[in-house]
């Protein structure tokens, strides 16, 4: 299979606390996004790091991809009851998203 | 500005039946997908225009399934004879650029359908 796993598959953390997802994929890849997913929401874009970028930010967010390893991660800092959410990983293959199964976060008040 | 429109957000239907899907893309937008999410699971890439014309549609589990985007805009999936398995949340996405390499994609709310 082309696409990016998740691990862990379910996290529970407190508030303020910091949240790490990872994601293994097994092929080559132009860029790998993160998305967010509420409970009955859309897939909402959070960051997307490209093959030749190592580390990326955005506010709360840091993203890191060693594709030697074929592996990123999510970093989620401080985080908060509103960050509650599914995270997915998406392989970029010639257009289309590949997903992984994601990670299902609870950040308790 | 308006973002990934889709309608219904949720349909039933009778085994057998069919249903179509609409999802109104952001203006001006190249590109649109359709993806199907299962229960507890990640989205599933279904096909894919750019414009008007269907260039992948690799993702389609069946033939029961079809797609169209007439007029580079507005599209519908359309699913024939529905079955139990094809219960699901069909998301619609779409993405400025004809260049594929680095393209965000905005997502719809998605269209909940069940089979009874």
């Known amino acids: 299979s082309q696409q990016g796993e998740e691990d862990p598959q379910a996290l529970s953390i407190q508030e303020g606390e910091n949240a790490t997802m990872n994601c293994s994929y097994k092929?080559?890849?132009?860029?790998l996004q993160w998305y967010r997913q509420n409970s009955g929401r859309g897939l909402v874009h959070l960051i997307l790091?490209?093959?030749?970028?190592r580390e990326k930010h955005s506010g709360r967010l840091r993203v890191t991809l060693d594709t030697s390893k074929k592996s990123s991660s999510l970093l989620i800092t401080a985080s908060r009851a509103a960050d509650t959410a599914s995270y997915f990983c998406?392989?970029?293959?010639?257009?289309?998203?590949?997903f992984g199964q994601g990670t299902e976060l609870s950040v308790k008040p | 500005g308006a973002g990934v429109s889709q309608s219904p957000r949720y349909k039933v239907a009778k085994r057998g039946q069919d249903v179509a899907l609409r999802c109104d893309p952001i203006?001006?937008?190249?590109?649109l997908f359709w993806y199907q999410q299962a229960l507890g699971q990640g989205p599933e890439f279904l096909t894919y225009?750019?414009?008007?014309?269907?260039?992948?549609k690799s993702g389609l589990p069946s033939d029961r399934f079809f797609a169209e985007r007439p007029e580079g805009s507005v599209s519908t999936l359309k699913i024939q004879r529905t079955q139990q398995e094809d219960s699901a949340v069909y998301l619609c996405?779409?993405?400025?650029?004809?260049?594929?390499?680095?393209?965000?994609?905005?997502f719809g709310p998605g269209t909940r359908l069940t089979v009874l």
């Open positions: 996405a779409s993405s400025l650029f004809q260049g594929i390499t680095y393209n965000e994609q905005f």
């Open positions: 092929t080559s890849i132009n860029n």
């Open positions: 790091i490209r093959s030749n970028e």
């Open positions: 998406a392989l970029n293959q010639g257009g289309k998203l590949i």
């Open positions: 203006s001006g937008h190249v590109s």
């Open positions: 225009f750019q414009n008007e014309a269907q260039l992948d």
